[in-house]
């Protein structure tokens, strides 16, 4: 049996709109046990364990500004497994199997949709998840 | 997730005063057009408002809806609440300055006469905004470019060769909000206390029940202000004028679906590294 | 009949025209004229009536409270209509202040407005076949209070 780990990505829309790096527009934080590496950052590592729950969730800066998780890939796997027209109506929520080697990472790549446009894709590609070496 | 929707109304309040209804003189304008709102510049909005539901049929989200309502002849809602008082400050401080050099001047026999210098003396014009509910405060009138109105002593300098300075009006307020999604429970207004100091600190908010998915229609209750003038005394008072105006929200039907497996929570899709 | 200031609100929606890399709908005008002749109010193409000797403000108004956007200049035939910027006093807001220099009478005198929206440091502007425009022939001032 495993806990529940949630992992937020903050988006400033407007600034990745305009063209600010993902360093200067997007932060993530988790609010597992043990905590993670590079907290407030693009790069976030997060710690988990087999059987745990992960929930990821995407919160705006300005309030006012559509943002949604498009998808969210697995470098090792690709996916997504869903699409939907309306990003808005997708929820990020899944168990961590019990193949995953401890200490490796996994990196994967969350898809944002802000707004509708030729703009409006923001890729992320640096965060991971690992299995810590039991000690 | 709780998405907001900011709503902004703009009325003609000249048009609007001269037709006597809102109608035709009111500009909707909100950020969802991408989304499927339509009507958007015109006085027939109608707002698209995911309605997402969970696997249980229970409410996935809400909406929140933030009014913001403002005329085409006030000033940019964006300059601090008081500003009017900020402008006649600096405009008091001036004269004295003003006053304090024809006086250092007179002492070293300047020929500017006081005579000249109180026909070119300004002063704020004040005027009195009365409230829907009858209530009276102050404020100072001021042009589209931030200047105080002046009450100057010498009024034969007023329009002559320059465009005549338009009086910036105090924006339109937002009275009530009713009709059928109100009635219904689809909506739930209220007025909220706000630090942005907008229309006196105080803004219209809306939490939209998602559940229900049908176009709904509310209406806006809005206070337009009349600018009144006592031909004997000069005082300008701020007369309120209630009028209404529909608009619509477009609830859709979505299910939220899991991203990874479309159905229920399931085993991250993860292989080998 | 003398000479009017007149306002005009140019209203944007910030992450709409980042989002699309264009302003093409995502611009809407406003002005205060439309008891004196203009038209096309809550749209781009915006045309006001104006006389000479006419005085017009533009500000500008982002749809998200929290998005910047601010006028960088208006392009307008200088020969009607003269412009410079302006702030309102002790603070960072601007408007444009544009002076009627001749009457256009019935000729449609279009004009574009380069915005700075966000933090993007490229202006933005209006395609040709959506610019507002000034004409001649406004009939009624609003009035000035009684």
């Known amino acids: ?135 | 997730m709780t998405q907001q929707l900011g709503i902004v109304v703009i009325v003609d309040v000249d048009a609007a005063l001269q037709a006597g209804t809102l109608e035709g003189c009111t500009y909707f304008f909100e950020n969802a057009g991408p989304f499927g709102s339509t009507g958007m510049g015109t006085d027939r909005l109608v707002s698209a408002i995911n309605g997402t539901y969970w696997a249980d049929g229970s409410q996935a989200s809400e909406q929140v809806l933030n009014f913001v309502v403002t005329g085409v002849k006030s000033l940019p809602i964006t300059l601090p609440k008081d500003y009017a008082h900020i402008r006649a400050r600096q405009q008091e401080l001036q004269t004295l300055a003003a006053a304090r050099t024809l006086a250092a001047d007179d002492a070293a026999a300047n020929n500017e006469s006081p005579v000249n210098f109180f026909a070119r003396l300004r002063t704020p014009q004040y005027s009195t905004i009365r409230s829907p509910s009858g209530q009276r405060s102050e404020t100072i009138l001021l042009d589209y470019l931030g200047q105080p109105v002046s009450a100057t002593f010498d009024t034969s300098e007023l329009p002559s060769r320059r465009a005549e300075a338009g009086v910036a009006q105090i924006p339109p307020i937002i009275t009530d909000i009713t009709g059928e999604a109100v009635e219904k429970g689809i909506i739930y207004p209220a007025q909220y206390g706000s630090p942005d100091l907008v229309n006196g600190g105080w803004y219209w908010s809306a939490t939209v029940a998602t559940f229900s998915p049908r176009v709904w229609s509310y209406t806006l209750h809005i206070a337009l202000y009349r600018l009144v003038q006592d031909l004997t005394t000069h005082q300008a008072t701020w007369e309120p004028v209630q009028m209404s105006i529909d608009a619509k929200l477009n609830i859709l039907n979505r299910p939220m679906r899991n991203g990874f497996t479309g159905g229920g929570t399931g085993l991250l899709p993860i292989g080998m590294p | 009949m003398s000479a009017i200031q007149m306002p005009i609100i140019v209203v944007v929606d910030v992450v709409a025209a980042l989002a699309t890399e264009s302003v093409d709908g995502a611009v809407w005008l406003v002005d205060s004229n439309k008891i004196g002749g203009s038209t096309g109010q809550g749209t781009s193409r915006l045309q006001t009536a104006i006389r000479k000797g006419d005085e017009l403000v533009w500000t500008v108004m982002s749809l998200e409270c929290e998005a910047f956007a601010a006028i960088h200049t208006i392009d307008i035939d200088s020969a009607y209509c003269e412009v410079k910027q302006g702030f309102y006093p002790g603070t960072d807001i601007g408007y444009w202040l544009g002076t009627i220099k001749k009457d256009p009478g019935e000729l449609l005198v279009p004009y574009n407005i380069e915005l700075i929206l966000g933090s993007r440091t490229a202006h933005m502007s209006l395609s040709p076949s959506n610019l507002p425009a000034i004409t001649g022939g406004r009939t009624e001032g609003p009035r000035r209070p009684q």
């Open chain 1, 1 to 135: 049996m495993g806990g529940t780990i949630n992992i937020v990505l903050a988006v400033d829309v407007i600034a990745a709109l305009s063209g600010q790096t993902q360093e200067q527009s997007v932060l993530m934080m988790d609010d597992g046990p043990r905590t993670a590496e590079n907290p407030g950052t693009p790069h976030l590592i997060t710690y988990c364990w087999p059987g745990w729950q992960l929930n990821w969730a995407i919160r705006q800066i300005d309030l006012q500004t559509p943002a949604a998780i498009k998808s969210i890939r697995f470098q090792s796997l690709g996916g997504p497994l869903m699409t939907a027209a309306d990003a808005s109506t997708l929820v990020w929520s899944g168990i961590v199997p019990a193949c995953l080697i401890p200490g490796e990472l996994y990196r994967y790549q969350i898809a944002v949709e802000m707004a509708r446009g030729i703009n409006s894709m923001l890729f992320i590609n640096t965060p991971a998840l690992v299995v810590p070496l039991a000690v």
